[in-house]
């Protein structure tokens, strides 16, 4: 199946740091999706974004379909961006489930 | 609009038990998924739902787990003769006809004791 990797795996910032966290599969997608698990466990939409690039507040992604990966950027981060962020995919031609990264786990310090 | 709802939030049962965890998908939507998330295995895909197609149960981990959805929107998943390895955040997703992007529900987080 569709391998996805997310780096890194821990990201420790201090209030107001910017970050970029990476996301590589090894197949071509045609579904690729950004969530933030909040600490409560709830799985928040941040991008569809199977490919190009989209803005919205201080997080923005870019997704290079053809040279399959996507980063996700965090400008001036909060501490309420703390958190575990997931990149998940859909192979090509499937229409179902969406195969997950591991997660960047993100602390944001004062 | 509401969103994806889950019930219940949490269920701590004994091992040997069965269990039905519900899921309410967001209205209109067509398309309805089952993931677990466990400390060993990260997110996992169970089952899909598309309309009144086949549902693809490519996921379901074993014979113990099975999942229906009614008229085309409530699904429940059902684990019999739960096991300890069962203990995990089971989530459901829904997605509009048409789209791809899929919404999450809040999750049940169930116990095997």
């Known amino acids: 199946g569709i391998q996805v990797e997310q780096s890194p795996p821990d990201l420790i910032l201090q209030e107001g740091a910017n970050s970029t966290l990476r996301c590589n599969f090894s197949d071509s997608v045609n579904n690729l999706q950004w969530f933030h698990q909040n600490p409560w466990g709830q799985l928040i939409n941040l991008f569809y974004i199977p490919s190009g690039t989209k803005q919205n507040g201080r997080l923005s992604a870019t997704t290079v379909a053809t040279e399959r990966y996507s980063l996700l950027y965090i400008s001036s981060s909060q501490t309420t961006d703390s958190g575990v962020y997931f990149c998940?995919?859909?192979?090509?031609?499937?229409?179902?489930?969406?195969?997950f990264g591991t997660g960047t786990r993100l602390q944001v310090t004062l | 609009g509401a969103g994806v709802s889950q019930s219940p939030s949490n269920k701590v049962t004994e091992k040997g038990k069965d269990v039905e965890l519900r899921c309410d998908p967001i209205?209109?939507?067509?398309?309805l998924y089952w993931y677990r998330q466990s400390l060993g295995q990260g997110l996992e895909f169970l089952i899909y739902?598309?309309?009144?197609?086949?549902?693809?149960k490519s996921g379901l981990p074993s014979d113990r787990f099975s999942a229906e959805r009614t008229g085309g929107s409530v699904s429940t998943l059902t684990i019999q003769r739960t096991q300890q390895e069962d203990s995990a955040v089971y989530l459901c997703a829904s997605s509009g006809p048409g789209k791809n992007e899929q919404f999450f529900g809040p999750g049940t987080r169930l116990t095997v004791l």
């Open positions: 739902f598309q309309g009144n197609s086949a549902p693809d």
């Open positions: 998940a995919v859909r192979l090509t031609g499937t229409a179902s489930k969406l195969t």
């Open positions: 209205s209109g939507h067509t398309a």
